[in-house]
């Protein structure tokens, strides 16, 4: 059972008038239905979302109406353009959105077309945002504002074709954490093994990927980063949205429980608890001002068992997979992008502070994850007062075929943990750190291994 979410605003339409507006998302994941369902519960307003294909997510839906499209960035802005023609009018202004990273280049790179064919687009410049998505370029940013980030080596392939390119030498420990500095840079290089994310045991290994990426042709950036420890449980999401000001009106943090473990879908969060946590919020929101930001950003933070210095990986340009625990955390962030570029309010800066339980697990998988026993007690707390939310069970899109799919994602999550995050290698890993003296939270000995999708 979800908690009670408020339809209240600071400013803005009534709930249930027309809201002179039309949102049209890209994509077709949970993210995307949790974007469609805040936008419902606020305005009562279906969502067109524009999908290369129709996965469980959003199939069937009766608050979404799916538009089919090519991959290719001349056929996104094709169908954009063409469902446009049949949405835009006087007084509709078309809210175009998208949670993916190269979606939102494809959209921004073209912003005159899509403004021209009557969309307004909520993001950043593409140049600001092919700078911060560089995770390089964002280590600078934080190292400017004096927010701390992981120790890191910058491979740069540029010049890797030429005779006698050498990596740098890695400066700390291993095991290491290595991952590109731009996903647009990698998202075409080919090669056997590839992933998004790496984590590396050995010198000898990350020599072998170096090598592998200098073959397959990538020439862009490659991070090479220490290995915090600590499991899923020392990650913390943030999300924010900067106004066309510049302002931040909307922050919400949340701690995370449990992430991911299949390899297409790693790192992303599966289980978090919505709460306030002013530094990372504070820290985020300085990024943001400082950068000129527009728009949506999520940001993905580690606390350091060893320092207990919260330390910032990466900012996201959107809104992120997990958007719902911005509205079940009492912050609907519909609404501040609404009354920010459909009614040009100036909204008071909010920041969600409702504690609720956001999971697409089964309630039991996640008490046998999360193994220290304060959040394991925090957990069972928040189920048996039946403060939490998924994001796809949503009474008012509720038919048959929708809540056969979301019990079988359940399932199927179950079946997933089993093969790629068995519980016995985590229990023996926790009573090992437990023996050790380790810090609470630090059982699985993970990485710092978060990646958006």
Known sequence: MSV????????????GAQPGFQPVIVGSDIGVYALARSFHERYG??????????PGPIAHSQIIDTELSGTAPEQIVAALQ??????????????LLTNMDWVVRVLVHHRAEL???????PFADAALIDRISDKAEFQEVCAQLGIPTPATVIQDFARAA???????????????????ASSADYHDVQFAGKKKIYEIA???????????????????????????????????????YA????????RSSAQVLLEERTPAARGNPSAMIVEPIAEILDAAQRILEHTGWRGFANFDVKLDPRDGVFKFFEQNPRIGRNNYYLTAGGQNPTEALVDDVVHGLRREPVTADREV?????????????VLDPELHARVVRLQRSRRTVHPLRYKADSSPRRRLYVLTAMLNHVRKYRQFYPLEALRRNYAANTAAGAPAGTSAGGAATKEAS
């Open 4 to 15: 009670p979410v408020s339809t209240t605003s600071t400013g803005g339409t009534a709930a």
């Open 45 to 54: 307003v279906r969502t067109t979302v524009v999908a290369f294909a129709e």
């Open 82 to 95: 063409d469902v446009a023609g049949r949405l835009a009018k006087p007084g509709r202004a078309l809210v």
């Open 115 to 121: 403004e021209a064919a009557g969309y307004v687009v």
């Open 162 to 180: 030429e005779p006698g390119w050498e990596p740098l030498p890695v400066g700390f420990d291993f095991p290491v954490i290595a991952k590109p």
């Open 202 to 240: 050995t010198p000898a290994e990350l020599d072998r990927l170096m090598i592998s990426l200098r073959e397959a042709g990538f020439r862009g950036r490659f991070l090479v980063q220490e290995n915090i420890p600590g499991d899923d449980t020392r990650m913390r999401s943030v999300t924010a």
């Open 243 to 250: 106004d066309s000001n510049g302002r931040v009106t909307l």
């Open 357 to 369: 339980l956001y999971a697409v697990v089964p309630k039991r998988l996640l008490r046998s994850y």
